[in-house]
């Protein structure tokens, strides 16, 4: 993942990276990359990881992947602690993701740097974020990562991706998002490490390009993912006495394929 990430930010292309929460929305995940043939990173947050179990879920990402002949890789998406990190590695995770970003400069630093080290024996990815990236709840306008901080942060801490804050934000906007451009290029120009867009739920598709042109080279989908899956089986189950799970589930699938064949369409420029 290391290699390909730098590849895509050489080339000025990016990866869709999407949370998965179970079987049927990981099924509509790798059905969408195998008829686009488009590469995949698999994410799971530590809610996902308690809901599944790692091991499990790291097992069944696996024989997915080979199922539908998917290039893709299994990240930790908002890992809080350095236990969390290791343990994923230890699962056999390609990619993890470190958010020590509530914490002090110096002390995201000290945490981002620590996982590095962690990661080495792994030869995995490793992701941190600099900046407010507002968060479920949390107010959505905040000054964007100053380019400067995001330099001495990826040379102090030798991360492979960095997440950064332009304007977006976790969850559904609030108001129509704005992304900074002008201040992602101004990032783009001092730093090496890939640099990753979280929030992309509710993003227009020319944002999201534009992004992708000025040096994103991944983004993060998890909001539209579990909303498109619930709000299908939601009307699915209205007024319905169908028990059997196996002709409900398929519908919810095919919902979820549909918005990451187009999301994959508009990344993939």
């Known amino acids: 993942m290391k290699e390909k990430l730098a590849q895509c930010t050489t080339e000025g ?7 998965f929460y179970n079987f049927e929305t990981l099924k509509g995940l790798l059905l969408a990359a195998s008829a686009t043939e488009s590469s995949l990173i698999l994410q799971l947050s530590e809610s996902s990881l308690h809901y599944l179990g790692i091991r ?4 069944m990402a696996r024989a997915m ?9 299994i990240h930790l998406d908002h890992g809080s602690s350095l236990d969390v990190v290791r343990k994923c590695l230890d699962a ?4 993890v993701m470190i958010d020590a970003s509530e914490q002090p400069f110096a002390e995201n630093v000290r945490i981002s740097g620590e996982a590095v080290r962690i990661a080495e024996a792994y030869g995995a990815n490793v992701e941190a974020e600099l900046g407010y990236v507002a968060k479920l709840g949390q107010d959505q306008s905040a000054e964007p990562t100053a380019a400067a901080d995001a330099s001495a942060f990826a040379e102090a801490t030798g991360i492979d991706a960095l997440a950064i804050a332009i304007g977006n934000a976790h ?4 108001d129509p998002p704005n992304l900074r451009i002008d201040r992602l290029k101004e990032i783009r120009a001092v730093t090496r490490c890939a640099l990753v867009l979280h929030g992309s739920s509710g993003i227009p598709d020319a944002q999201l390009q534009e992004a992708i042109r000025a040096g994103i080279s991944k983004i993060n989908l998890a909001t539209e993912t579990k909303n498109t899956f619930m709000k299908k089986l939601q009307s699915l189950l209205a007024d319905n006495e169908e028990i059997d799970l196996r002709k409900i589930f398929p519908k919810a699938i095919q919902e979820v394929q549909a918005l990451i064949t187009r999301k994959l369409e508009v990344i993939n420029l």
């Open 13 to 19: 292309s990016a990866l869709l990276a999407v949370n």
């Open 56 to 59: 499990p879920a790291v097992a």
């Open 65 to 73: 992947l080979m199922e539908y002949n998917v290039e893709g890789w």
């Open 92 to 95: 056999g995770f390609d990619s």
């Open 171 to 174: 969850g559904f906007y609030k």
